[in-house]
């Protein structure tokens, strides 16, 4: 994978009032940090940032330059930190560490699934997700822009694991444990039929009870 190039210019100061007027210049602040050497503050152009971002920067090594430096021979580096706005999603700071092309640094990769299993098309299972990055340790000159694995053999019942990831990629040094899941395929979610509704008990109306009228005394039909 080709080096990224970014430019950059030192900055003096921090706070919000220096941010805002970074911003006001289209430039967020960042910091350079790594190598046992004092952290320093520079100064990214916004739109440059949001670009190398696209070439997924996250992944990549970046040529360094920075403006005003004597020695005109770039820094390698790696983005280690982006915030964010929660809101807008505009870009408030970066953080770059310095690396040597010799020496392995430790990063997060994509894990994408290929196809659509069988137990998906043929027997109505489900695909469950399992971890979507791999922690590995590699040369910053051979890091992997992601890696895949085929589900299209899986049935239900079948998973895929870390360790058929590792069997795949030999020559990288994986840092999870082999036994992760990555992907299984499940038996349909059938849902439970409603209970039939028990019939509410009949309540008994009262009985109407009809009183005979009492008689008043001397009320008595005479005998004829």
Do not use: W
């Not at 430019?7 to 006001?24: C, D, H, P, V, W």
């Not at 983005?79 to 964010?84: D, E, L, M, S, T």
């Not at 990769?109 to 695909?127: A, E, N, R, W, Y």
């Amino acid at each position: 994978m080709e080096n990224l190039k970014l430019e950059t210019e030192i900055r003096s100061g921090s706070g919000k009032g220096l941010a805002r007027r970074l911003r006001a210049r289209g430039m967020i602040p960042a910091v350079l940090y790594g190598r046992k050497e004092e952290p320093l503050g520079l100064a990214v152009d916004e739109t440059a940032m949001r670009k190398m971002m696209r070439a997924r920067a996250e992944i990549s090594v970046i040529d360094l330059s920075i403006k005003g430096e004597e020695s005109d021979a770039p820094i390698n580096v790696l983005v280690r930190g982006i915030q964010r706005h929660p809101a807008t999603g505009k870009l408030l700071h970066v953080d770059f560490q310095r690396i040597r092309l010799d020496e392995k640094v430790r990063l997060a990769i994509h894990i994408t699934l290929q196809g659509v299993p069988k137990g998906v098309t043929d027997q109505g299972g489900v695909l469950e997700h399992g971890v979507r990055t791999a922690n590995v340790l590699c040369l910053p000159t051979a890091i992997p822009e992601a890696f895949s694995l085929d589900v299209s053999e899986l049935m239900i019942g079948d998973n895929l694991r870390f360790r058929n990831l590792i069997e795949k990629y030999p020559d990288i040094q994986f840092l999870d444990d082999p036994d992760l899941p990555l992907a299984t395929i499940t038996p349909p979610k059938i849902e439970a039929e409603a209970a039939p509704k028990e019939a509410e008990p009949e309540v008994a109306e009262p009985e109407l009870v009809k009183k005979e009228k009492e008689k008043e005394p001397g009320e008595e039909a005479e005998e004829s």
